[in-house]
């Protein structure tokens, strides 16, 4: 299994332009998520999705938009960049809470950065 | 709102020393409570992690402990070695459940040989 594969590794965005992180995932999790970490802090909770074609905000969605429409894949679409966006986007994977384990399963992450 | 606070943001010990970090959280629905470290540049990795109903699950150098009523919970690392040098989260679910889990800010730890 690849695990959580996430593109593009590194972008560069200027102030106003668009783009979508992809996120893929090939365990057959339910779960999938999208988090920030800005330098030096902690991971912040942008959106996640219980399954296909359900999703939810998390601590910090402004500004972002997501779609769940297959188990697989979960992009993160960025409207109107800003410089406060300017982060590490990690995308996750994990069971349902019915099984026994909550553990997330990180993509390697992709740096975005706008100018 | 429901946050997780971890204490302290640096942690520098000699080898072979323990190293304790802390977390508190707010939810007291929360029932599930997760450790991750990541390295420099690394993706976040899960250590260990512990349910409402256990006080204390140990895998070899590493222990977390949980006290309900107090809504916190630590990781303890004995032994300490220089690849334990890392960032350390702690993390508490948003609302109750096992996922959609809100980090602490992390705890930096430098373990000197």
């Known amino acids: 299994n690849a695990g959580v594969t996430q593109t593009p590794k590194f972008r560069i965005l200027k102030i106003g332009q668009s783009m979508t992180l992809q996120c893929t995932q090939d365990?057959?999790?339910?779960?999938m998520y999208w988090y920030r970490q800005d330098p030096g802090m902690g991971l912040k909770l942008i959106y996640y999705?219980?399954?296909?074609?359900?999703?939810d905000k998390g601590e910090v969605p402004n500004g972002y938009n997501v779609s769940r429409s297959t188990t697989e894949d979960f992009p993160l679409r960025l409207e109107l960049a800003a410089p406060s966006q300017t982060s590490v986007y990690f995308c996750a994977s994990s069971y349902s809470v019915t099984t026994n384990t909550g553990e997330l399963f990180f993509g390697e992450g992709s740096r975005l950065t706008v100018l | 709102g429901e946050n997780v606070e971890q204490h302290p943001s640096t942690l520098s010990v000699q080898e072979g020393d323990s190293a304790v970090i802390k977390c508190t959280y707010s939810?007291?629905?929360?029932?599930?409570f997760p450790w991750y470290k990541q390295e420099l540049g690394k993706r976040p990795q899960l250590i260990i992690d512990i349910r409402s109903n256990v006080g204390e699950k140990k895998d070899q150098r590493i222990a977390v402990t949980l006290n309900k009523t107090a809504k916190h919970f630590s990781l303890h690392i004995t032994e300490t070695q220089p690849e334990d040098s890392a960032v350390y989260f702690c993390a508490a679910p948003l609302s109750g459940g096992y996922n959609k889990l809100i980090f602490g800010a992390g705890t930096r730890l430098a373990v000197h040989p």
């Open positions: 939810d007291s629905a929360s029932n599930y």
């Open positions: 999705s219980v399954g296909a074609g359900i999703t």
């Open positions: 365990m057959n999790h339910n779960y």
